[in-house]
Every structure is written in structure tokens, then in C-alpha cells.
């Protein structure tokens, strides 16, 4: 499966932003696709996902009440709506496909399959 980030850009603190994750060449019902963030410096995060048996979203603490993931089948794509941007949410977003377990969502090494990566900057 072939993953295509898009929707990153430049915004203000408070304000937001919706990154898109269309997916290709596979079947969209048996991946679940997550979303992952990194910052300079920093390790690859895991920010949030559905899973693809249970459609339970699942969330970083950091994130939660202030992102919210969404997927549409028909256009096989995975939404990540991103309200109340703060600085610390400066990052690259990617999206990446796996098959992982419901233990292993937030492990970035349960995903074989990568998008290029959206770059997100919050400004304050």
C-alpha cells in the first residue's frame, strides 16, 4: 500500500489544521492507519490512530480533546483534524499502514508501510 500525506502548513497558536492520508495499491479495510509526528531532535511519536477491526480511535495524551481522527472508506483516506495548536505540535507528520496488534498501535515499528511526511509549524 502506497501512503500520501498532505494538508500541512503554517498557523498560528489556537488555530487548525486538517492533514489527509490517502491510501493506494492495497486493501484500505486491513490496514489500520496511524498517525505519527517528529521533531527536530526527537524521536518518532505516535499521535493517533483507528483500528481497523474495533473503529476505536485511539489518541497520544497530549493530543486528546484537541485532535480527533477520522477515516472515509469510499475515498480511502485516513483525516487527522487538529484543533488548538500549540507550538509543541510543530512537528512532520506522517501516516504510516500496518497490521499491528491492539498492544503494539502506538509502536512506530508495528507499521511497515510510510507516507513522505507533512510538515506542521505552530507559531506562538
Known amino acids: 500500500v502506497q501512503l500520501q500525506a498532505s494538508g500541512g502548513g503554517l498557523v498560528q497558536a489556537g488555530g487548525s489544521l486538517r492533514l489527509s492520508c490517502a491510501a493506494s495499491?492495497?486493501?484500505?479495510?486491513?490496514?489500520?492507519i496511524a498517525w505519527f509526528r517528529q521533531a527536530p531532535g526527537k524521536e518518532r511519536e505516535f499521535v493517533a490512530t483507528?483500528?481497523?477491526?474495533?473503529?476505536?480511535?485511539y489518541y497520544t495524551d497530549s493530543v486528546k480533546g484537541r485532535f480527533t481522527v477520522s477515516k472515509n472508506i469510499r475515498e480511502n483516506t485516513v483525516y487527522l483534524q487538529m484543533n488548538s495548536l500549540k507550538p509543541e505540535d510543530t512537528a512532520v507528520y506522517y501516516c504510516?499502514?500496518?497490521?499491528?496488534?491492539?498492544?503494539?498501535?502506538?509502536?512506530?515499528?508495528?507499521?511497515?508501510?510510510w507516507g513522505q511526511g507533512t510538515l506542521v509549524t505552530v507559531s506562538s
Open positions: 495499491g492495497g486493501t484500505f479495510r486491513s490496514y489500520t
Open positions: 483507528i483500528n481497523r477491526n474495533n473503529n476505536n480511535a
Open positions: 504510516a499502514a500496518g497490521r499491528p496488534i491492539l498492544s503494539s498501535l502506538s509502536d512506530v515499528n508495528a507499521y511497515n508501510h
